[in-house]
T-cell receptor, first 114, second 120 residues
Framework: AQKVTQAQTEISVVEKEDVTLDCVYE???????LFWYKQPPSGELVFLIR??????QNEISGRYSWNFQKSTSSFNFTITASQVVDSAVYFC???????????FGKGTMLLVSP | GAVVSQHPSWVICKSGTSVKIECRSL??????MFWYRQFPKQSLMLMAT?????????EQGVEKDKFLINHASLTLSTLTVTSAHPEDSSFYIC????????????????FGQGTRLTVV
């Protein structure tokens, strides 16, 4: 069975601070996909990144960066120089090869204050 | 990315009535659609998976007679909450997967905007 753990329920930072959202996953498959989604108060899910299990390269996209480490089964997400607009709930998710159903973590609510 | 449209965005209904939520893939053919439910301040939980032209597969604990799912075409799936009760109030969100090409089974699934259902 697969499982995604986001241990941080809520994080509060002040604008311009860097913040890292943790994600730890469990799966028996050797081929799997990891995702991060942003859910603003309006509710829609905004896709941020998808990473397959064979690609451990870290990725940077603007102020966002992701650190994938198979050795620790972690896929952490860092926002650099946070902004108020980054305030949202962030979900880490996992899908196993051959499926598109996602197992979501419980989410981390990020509050960025001015 | 591909666009999935969900309608309505929000709905308020009386207890005992039925509510239908539509999920449409606008610019691709979705062989598979997924329905999730999210209670306030909680995560998204998969309710069911529907494949075009066949019966939906429900997750354990989801009442198939209460949550009717129809996937009659490659671009439309509907979720009907029958005899709704206040405890059914939740955020329902669908996602759709494009028909895969070749051996690429794990094509990305795209999410609709979600429907906030309130049963009074």
């Amino acid at each position: 069975a697969q499982k995604v753990t986001q241990a941080q329920t809520e994080i509060s930072v002040v604008e311009k601070e860097d913040v890292t959202l943790d994600c730890v996953y469990e799966t028996r498959d050797t081929t799997y996909y990891l995702f991060w989604y942003k859910q603003p108060p309006s509710g829609e899910l905004v896709f941020l990144i998808r990473r397959n299990s064979f690609d451990e390269q870290n990725e940077i996209s603007g102020r966002y960066s992701w650190n994938f480490q198979k050795s620790t089964s972690s896929f952490n997400f860092t926002i650099t120089a946070s902004q108020v607009v980054d305030s949202a709930v962030y979900f880490c998710a996992l899908s196993e090869a051959g499926y598109s159903t996602l197992t979501f973590g419980k989410g981390t609510m990020l509050l960025v204050s001015p | 990315g591909a666009v999935v449209s969900q309608h309505p965005s929000w709905v308020i209904c009386k207890s005992g009535t039925s509510v239908k939520i539509e999920c449409r893939s606008l610019d691709f053919q979705a062989t598979t659609m997924f329905w999730y439910r999210q209670f306030p301040k909680q995560s998204l939980m998969l309710m069911a998976t529907s494949n075009e032209g066949s019966k939906a597969t429900y997750e354990q604990g989801v009442e198939k007679d209460k949550f009717l799912i129809n996937h009659a075409s490659l671009t439309l799936s509907t979720l009907t909450v029958t005899s709704a009760h206040p405890e059914d109030s939740s955020f329902y969100i669908c996602s759709a997967r494009e028909r895969g090409q070749g051996a690429n089974y794990n094509t990305e699934a795209f999410f609709g905007q979600g429907t906030r259902l309130t049963v009074v």
